[in-house]
């Protein structure tokens, strides 16, 4: 059974950065494909950013493009979002998700994803 645990959340000025982590336990780390998602309270979980098992591939929401950065370390097992010029409006739960792919899919849709993780807070203060 995969396992996935989120860290590196916290409270933030605007215009600041964070780096969040995920740590992939259970499978093959590099047979899965990644994501980064966000819930707002009040709101749906929306898609972040996603990054196929190969690294090769990345994909971005627009509100987050040119701000965000999406990796991975396939040796470490870990997927990380790091997170620039941040806004008020990034203030949400960040939650990592996987899904087992072939190298080069990228997965954006939220019900695609097999497995989540139990999710990050993050605060931007103005």
């Known amino acids: 059974q995969v396992q996935l645990v989120e860290s590196g959340g916290g409270l933030v000025q605007a215009g600041g950065s964070l780096r969040l982590s995920c740590v992939f336990s259970g499978r093959t780390f590099s047979s899965y494909a990644m994501g980064w998602f966000r819930q707002a309270p009040g709101k749906e979980r929306e898609f972040v950013a996603a990054?196929?098992?190969?690294?090769?591939?990345?994909y971005y929401a627009d509100s987050v493009k040119g701000r965000f950065t999406i990796t991975r370390d396939n040796a470490k097992n870990t997927v990380y979002l790091q997170m620039n010029s941040l806004k008020p409006e990034d203030t949400a739960v960040y939650y990592c998700?996987?899904?087992?792919?072939?190298?080069?899919?990228?997965?954006?849709?939220?019900?695609?994803?097999?497995?989540w993780g139990q999710g990050t807070q993050v605060t931007v203060s103005s």
């Open positions: 990054i196929s098992s190969s690294g090769g591939r990345l």
């Open positions: 998700a996987a899904k087992r792919t072939g190298y080069t899919v990228v997965v954006i849709t939220t019900t695609a994803y097999d497995y």
